[in-house]
C-alpha cells in the first residue's frame, strides 16, 4: 500500500532551524511537494524535488532520497509566521498526490 | 487575480439533505480536484477530472458525485448527507493531470452535517 510518516508536532523557537521528515512508501514515483498550510486556510505550496538532492528556496529547502524513500523539509531563520502544517506529498505512477497528515510546527519566542 | 473560488465557505446541514460544494477556476487549468480534509488525517482525494467532460473517482468517492460541464466548473455533489461527511472540503485544479504541476487550492467549504 501506499504510506506517508511525518511527525505529528514539533516546537521550535524563532530564529532557530528545523527539520521536518518524511518517509514514504507509493507505488511508482514522479517527484515529491511540500505544501504549507496554516490554520483555518488552503494548502500553499512550498517546493517540489524529483531529482536526488537538496533545493534551496531562500529560508526554506527540501531534500529527497528516492532510494531510501525519504525527504525533509529545512527552514531557517524561522519566524512566528511560520507556525503552520507542512504537509509531504509524493506523487505516485499515476501523479497522483498521496498527502501525509502534515507535521504541526510551533514557533515560540 | 480570484484563482480558485469555493461556495459556500461553511454550511451546516441536515441529514438526509442534498448539497452542492461550487467551485469556479480563472486559470484555464485543465485538472481539477475534490478533496476532503479531516482532523489526523492527509487530505483525500474524492473525484478529479483531467479535463473538461471526464470525471474520475479518487480515494473516497462513495456518496459524491461531480460533473465538469466545462474548465471552469467543477461541482461536488452530496445527493443524501451523513453525519460521516463532515468534513473541510478543498476544491484545487492544476495545468494538467498528467505532469509534476503545483495544486492551487480554493480556501475550502467547512459542512457541518447534523
Known amino acids: 500500500g501506499q504510506n506517508i510518516d511525518q511527525p505529528t508536532e514539533m516546537t521550535a523557537t524563532e530564529g532557530a532551524i528545523v527539520q521536518i521528515n518524511c518517509t514514504y512508501q507509493?507505488?511508482?514515483?514522479?517527484?515529491l511537494f511540500w505544501y504549507q498550510q496554516h490554520a483555518g486556510e488552503a494548502p500553499t505550496f512550498l517546493s517540489y524535488?524529483?531529482l536526488d538532492g537538496l533545493e534551496e528556496k531562500g529560508r526554506f529547502s527540501s531534500f529527497l532520497s528516492r532510494s531510501k524513500g525519504y525527504s525533509y523539509l529545512l527552514l531557517k531563520e524561522l519566524q512566528m509566521k511560520d507556525s503552520a502544517s507542512y504537509l509531504c506529498a509524493p506523487q505516485d505512477s499515476n501523479y497522483q498526490l498521496i498527502w501525509g497528515a502534515g507535521t504541526k510546527l510551533i514557533i515560540k519566542p | 487575480i480570484a484563482g480558485i473560488t469555493q461556495a459556500p465557505t461553511s454550511q451546516i446541514l441536515a441529514a438526509g439533505r442534498r448539497m452542492t460544494l461550487r467551485c469556479t477556476q480563472d486559470?484555464?487549468?485543465?485538472?481539477m480536484y475534490w478533496y476532503r480534509q479531516d482532523l489526523g488525517l492527509g487530505l483525500r482525494l474524492i473525484h478529479y477530472?483531467?479535463?473538461?467532460?471526464?470525471?474520475g473517482k479518487g480515494e473516497v468517492p462513495d456518496g459524491y458525485s461531480v460533473s465538469r460541464a466545462n474548465t471552469d466548473d467543477f461541482p461536488l455533489t452530496l445527493a443524501s448527507a451523513v453525519p460521516s461527511q463532515t468534513s473541510v472540503y478543498f476544491c484545487?485544479?492544476?495545468?494538467?493531470?498528467?505532469?509534476?504541476?503545483?495544486?492551487?487550492f480554493g480556501e475550502g467549504s467547512r459542512l457541518t452535517v447534523l
Open positions: 477530472s483531467n479535463t473538461a467532460g471526464t470525471t
Open positions: 507509493t507505488s511508482g514515483f514522479n517527484g
Open positions: 486559470m484555464r487549468h485543465n485538472a
Open positions: 524535488n524529483v
Open positions: 484545487a485544479s492544476s495545468e494538467s493531470s498528467g505532469n509534476t504541476g503545483e495544486l492551487f
